[in-house]
């Protein structure tokens, strides 16, 4: 299955068996007599002459050929081709002769190169998963069937406080609260059973992690697994929310202030709403109770009497509780919304207030400032303030005067 071609101590063939016609495309009566370089590439005739002569020499019988540097043979077509090839030397009736046994390895070749630059993508992947896993912003911990870790990279190093070459070795229970350890450790164990590559950690319940110093963050994850060797590997893959947990509470904490807020502002509407129907009940409604009863007995008065004082005294009494009845209206619609406040600014409706809830409790109120041109809401929410402040006085203060700084 190897080309023998043997050539004399001029390095003619002598010799050219089947298999080597059929490599190099030369019948054998052909190739007979040929110098040998004539089934060589040009570029390696010079070096193959001199090595031939120097093995003539050595007086070694055989030797391997291309161990140095590739060899390659020259086809009749002139194509080349790559071989394996050895020599050896006799001598017949006083003459040397040289045998060079040789074998095409281009398939073989081929393969090497395509295995070589497999090997070399092989490495290159190697690279860039090992400088994914360096530069990674999350944590990348792998351990082995036993939950021993066998890798841990510069971000678990920063989370965890561990140096890698420490970390190494250790049970990942180390990693882990105390109080969590069992239920992971069965976790992880359920999962190598189930066949399933990879799972997201943590959907039931929060997940907490465990630094050198003893402290605890929360975490997300997710956790895969591969066979490498038969041993099952696992890894997991983490990051610290510690400031998304502190957002979401921060959230939860001021959605739950909006409404305790939104509580507060319908009861602070309806019992707006019960004292203004109170003020209309107790306040108009009385006095319009009485008007209509004067005019009752007014209409009595003028049909039965005389006497136009007494119906003029009557008159002016109704138009007293008619002006009262206006100024009650003007109140309450005051205290829903100030027409100063509008017309001439907050301060003026701030002193106007003042002055009301002065005439009407007995309280002195004083009020100092200087007005400033602010938006409504602002000027709205000021008068507000104010208003609930007094309210505030009467209610739960023994006070003798009030100040109002602005």
């Known amino acids: 299955m190897e080309a023998i071609i043997s050539v004399d101590a001029d390095q003619r063939v002598v010799l050219f068996n089947p298999m080597a016609e059929t490599l190099f495309g030369w019948p054998a009566d052909q190739a007979i007599g040929q110098p040998l370089t004539r089934f060589i590439p040009e570029r390696f005739r010079a070096a193959h002459e001199a090595h031939v002569r120097r093995f003539g020499i050595t007086g070694v019988s055989d030797r391997q050929m291309g161990r140095q540097r590739a060899l390659y043979a020259l086809r009749r077509d002139g194509t080349e081709f790559p071989i394996e090839a050895s020599i050896s030397q006799t001598t017949h009736r006083g003459s040397k002769l040289f045998t060079v046994m040789l074998r095409d390895i281009t398939e073989r070749t081929r393969a090497e190169k395509a295995m070589h630059a497999s090997l070399q993508r092989v490495r290159e992947s190697e690279a860039r998963l090992a400088g994914i896993i360096r530069s990674s912003m999350e944590a990348i911990i792998t351990v082995d069937s036993t939950q021993h870790v066998i890798l841990f990279n510069p971000m678990a190093e920063t989370l965890f406080g561990w140096p890698a070459d420490q970390a190494i070795g250790r049970p990942l229970g180390d990693f882990i609260p105390e109080r969590f350890r069992a239920a992971h450790d069965a976790h992880v164990r359920r999962f190598g059973v189930t066949g399933v590559s990879d799972r997201q950690m943590g959907r039931q319940r929060a997940l907490y992690a465990l630094r050198r110093d003893g402290s605890e963050f929360p975490i997300e994850a997710s956790i895969s697994q591969i066979a490498d060797g038969g041993v099952s590997l696992y890894t997991v893959m983490l990051r610290d929310i510690t400031e998304r947990v502190r957002a979401e509470q921060a959230l939860r904490r001021s959605r739950e202030e909006l409404q ?27 006095r319009l109770s009485a008007l209509k009863m004067d005019m009752t007995m007014l209409a009595a008065d003028v049909s039965e009497s005389r006497d136009i004082r007494g119906i003029l005294a009557d008159i002016t009494d109704m138009n007293g509780v008619i002006d009262d009845t206006v100024a009650s209206v003007r109140r309450i619609a005051s205290d829903l919304r100030p027409a100063l406040l509008d017309e001439l600014g907050m301060l003026t409706a701030i002193e106007w207030l003042a002055a009301d809830f002065s005439s009407r409790y007995g309280l002195p109120v004083s009020v100092d400032g200087v007005d400033a041109d602010v938006p409504e809401q602002t000027a709205i929410a000021m008068f507000r303030i104010v208003q609930e402040a007094l309210s505030n006085v009467v209610r739960h203060a023994d006070a003798t005067v009030v100040g109002v700084s602005l």
């Open 260 to 286: 305790q807020l939104s509580d507060s502002i319908l009861a602070t509407r309806e019992e707006e709403k019960r004292r203004i129907a109170r003020e209309l009940h107790d306040d108009l409604g009385q």
